[in-house]
């Protein structure tokens, strides 16, 4: 019972991650009501499954379409989508599978042996810290998608100030809304995410409708990868598996914060940081590894502290409270037979991940070369129900067709929208935990440089700000001796 | 082919059968209630009000107390005030009705909104959870009164963690006022889990607790003190059986009193006829074996009052927060200024950039996903412009609900669908099978699997 489980978990999540305007969060908020009066363990392995399953499908569309299913796979879409156009989407999805799959069984390992002394340093981290780290990341827009640094800042920057209207979280006041009550609530990230990236591909397909055949076909190739080449990304899936651990863990970063920061690490300590974004294979292993190493890690607090990491978390929270039982110090005590069902259906279900992922693989490229005349429509009406869905308003539909053109606009300027993402996600949260800090330093800001955590966060923000401009220099000085 | 066509007209003649049997369903001659009444939640699902409720429409189901189904609804966002603007402004029939709690009354106090309570037809008041001021086990305060003193003495030194506007700010401000001249620094925190890791982490000196958050959170006796919590004061008129040795504010000469019931509204100019079978109802379910174990195991109370006793429990409420509404205080500069300049800024620098880039001789790279031979096939900006168009018009039609959500949708995938072929002949059939099918399919699985309204 409990394996079947695991088994349509996992793939109703795939599903659901990899349609854009469907998410795991509406899928496991929207299944809840139907796991109450079930048993409490078997509903928990449900709701992990279909977690893991959510992260993971999101790089389907990603790759193949350039419409990340999930927040969690934008970046797949910068190695993912182009490798696929040159031909090798077998191969893309492959690596993005594997290395889903090595993430997920890194930060498994994580939440096994490490979940209370690991949770218990997440709570050193004052606002302050908070701040700075989200600063460090919110650095790293300049140094992914795009070509020239000032337009991936005004990318990100614009993403920022478009997170702003609506109820400020730190004063309680609405700004921004021009009087639209509708605003009060801002822009919700979903309509966001599938207007920039939905939509604004759809149209963008529309326009190159009679582009001779479609590009994207799953061949005869390999899927499956040859042990050599576990050997040849070794380090990158290490490391990426880590960091996505270490930036789950704190909450409210998530799955998105994951994937970038180990991105522009892998780019920063690659040889050649040239090649990524133009279909790279160590983009796609540095990214999928890390947004699913993001799920152990996220679970430690959780279990450990009952403090949810990201939207996700807080609806499986909500799921445990329901069945009587709240997270935290006591969870280990009162009932450890839970805290080994979710530990257990994490690893289960990633192993059922990978399965069903490498199985459908072959079904799913062609669901992607069905005529675009019949594909696109139904995707958007899924757009548009899913914005809807969201929270049953359709100021959120017209939100995602308005950010749809925005997107549209932006890309064809040839501004990358990754950065803008980036910022829209991050911009709030760094904006709370400096007001927080404000609020109880009493409006000073010398804690951002007195406090060690936070200084050491702002040092390697500056100093990876920095890094591509010296790069440039010192490539430019061997130019000219040369 | 032949599969496709079979199973696609098998499974339209399904649907379009379903979606029939769904309007000779409803009979609007039959009393009130006659179709599902939508109780709208402020916050998201799983939340504490989201699991209230569910629990009350447990009990509804169980014992059939009224002839239609409750249905959840999950209008999040803005402190509540986006689900409350939606009810206040729902037709008063009776058919979208809110619950909500305390936060009705604090955000028009803190100018979120501009209508309180006065603006709904109050319906009846079920459940309340108590409240209790915690500080890290290891703290110097004693109990709540000394923490006030030391206020006194260091003004805006100690950190109180409370959400500027939500109801427990009302509350700190009240705190402050019960002795004079204590001045908290009040710093915003939502949720217990925030406000419980803050406090571990020594970057908050108290807080307000529910009485079950405060059990769930709290370890077990023997954790090191500087990773548990600890109760100075509970919020009640009198001591908790669950926590007998916390004192309440009163006993510390703070007549600081804080409940937060979850209460039931219905738009302004609901019948009483309606109010009243809705909240008969209500009583009926707080008294419902399941729903009462289900809410003694949430630690809510199970208090229920309606018609004059509950307008007293909300002027009262009323009248302690006002009392305590003071200016907002805020040493928080303005970013949007300077993120706004920030990006003004750059757009210049970018417009500069390209400006340059333009006269210079270099070939600017291809963006992603656009191509730089334009021979081999034709660009069609006029198309994507009018499917875009199309979609406009769908989206207005379905907000004036002009149209049936599965018609709608099917004539709207249907003109994307034809445009995209230029209405060539040999596509008709399979558009029109894939936009019955995807107008009503959408429309099954999210009334019938999921249980959620559409446009």
Known sequence: MGLMLIIVGTALGIFVGAVPGLTGTMLIALILPLTYGADPLLSMTFLISIYVGAVSGGMITATLLRMPGTPASIVTTLDGYPMAKQGQPGRALGLGVMSSFVGGLVSWTFLVLLTSPIAKLSSKFGPFEYFSLVMMALVLIATIGGKSLPRSLFSGFLGIFLSMPGINAATGAARLTFGITDMNNGFQLLPVLIGLFAVNQILRDIINLEEKGNPIELGSERVLLKVRDFGHFFWNLLRSSVIGTWIGILPGIGANIGSVTAYSVARSVSKEPEKFGTGHEHGIVAAEAANNATIGGALIPLIAMGLPGSVMEAVLLGALVIHGLQPGPRLFEESPSMVYTIMGAMFLANIAMAIIMLCSMRFLAKVTRLPRPYLLPVILCFCVVGSFALSNRLFDVWVMLGFGLLGFLLEARKIPLAPFVIGFVLGPIAEKNLSLGLQSSNGSFAPIVTGKISLLFLTVALFMLLLPLIRQAMSKQKGGAA | ?455
């Open chain 2, 1 to 455: 082919m032949i599969l496709w066509h079979v199973v696609a007209t098998g499974l339209i003649v399904c649907l379009v059968v379903w979606w029939c049997m769904r309007f000779t369903a409803a009979d609007a001659t039959v009393a009130y209630p006659n179709r599902p009444i939508e109780v709208v939640v402020p916050y998201p699902a799983g939340g504490g009000s989201d699991t209230f409720v569910r629990t009350l429409q447990k009990g509804f189901l169980e014992d059939n107390l009224l002839p239609q189904p409750l249905v959840v609804i999950n209008v999040a966002g803005g402190g509540g005030t986006i689900g409350s603007r939606d009810v206040k402004d729902a037709k008063p029939d009776g058919y979208r009705i809110l619950c909500h709690h305390n936060a009705i009354i604090s955000a028009k106090l803190s100018e979120t909104v501009d209508y309180g309570p006065e603006a709904f037809e109050p319906i009846a008041l079920t459940g309340a959870m108590t409240m209790v001021v915690v500080v890290r086990e290891d703290s110097r305060f004693a109990d709540l009164q000394e923490f006030l003193q030391e206020a006194k003495q260091t003004p805006k030194q100690l950190t109180f963690g409370a959400n500027q506007g939500a109801p427990a700010y009302f509350t700190a401000l009240q705190l402050e006022k019960s002795v004079p001249g204590a001045q908290l620094s009040i710093v915003s925190a939502d949720g217990g889990a925030d406000r419980y890791s803050r406090i571990l982490g020594g970057h908050l000196d108290a807080g307000i607790f529910s009485l079950s958050e405060y059990l769930d959170f709290r370890s077990a006796d023997g954790t090191p003190p500087d990773e548990n919590i600890r109760a100075i004061a509970c919020l009640a008129s009198k001591r908790r059986p669950a926590i007998p040795d916390v004192a309440t504010a009163l006993e510390q000469d703070i007549p600081v009193l804080l409940s937060n019931a979850n209460y039931w509204w219905a738009p302004k100019g609901t019948p009483v006829e309606v109010l009243q079978v809705l909240a008969s109802a209500l009583e009926k379910a707080m008294l419902n074996e399941t729903v009462q174990s289900e809410l003694t195991r949430l630690r809510i109370d199970l208090d229920y009052s309606q018609g004059e006793e509950f307008r007293q429990v909300l002027a009262e409420t009323a009248a302690a927060f006002e009392g305590a509404a003071a200016k907002r205080r805020s040493n928080i500069p303005d970013f949007t200024n300077w993120v706004g300049g920030i990006v003004v800024c750059l757009f210049v620098l970018v417009v500069l950039e390209s400006f340059l880039r333009r006269g210079s001789t270099e070939q600017e790279e291809p963006a992603l996903g656009s191509h730089s031979s334009t021979e081999d096939f034709v660009r069609r900006p006029m198309t994507a412009a009018a499917c875009f168009g199309v979609l406009i018009v769908y989206v207005y039609v379905l907000g004036q609900h002009w149209l049936p959500f599965a018609i709608a949708t099917s004539l709207m995938v249907l003109t994307i669908g034809g445009l995209m072929t230029k209405w060539q002949r040999q596509h008709w059939v399979i558009l029109f099978q894939i936009a019955v099918l995807t107008g009503m399919g959408t429309n099954f699985i999210f009334t019938e699997v999921f249980t959620t309204t559409l446009p």
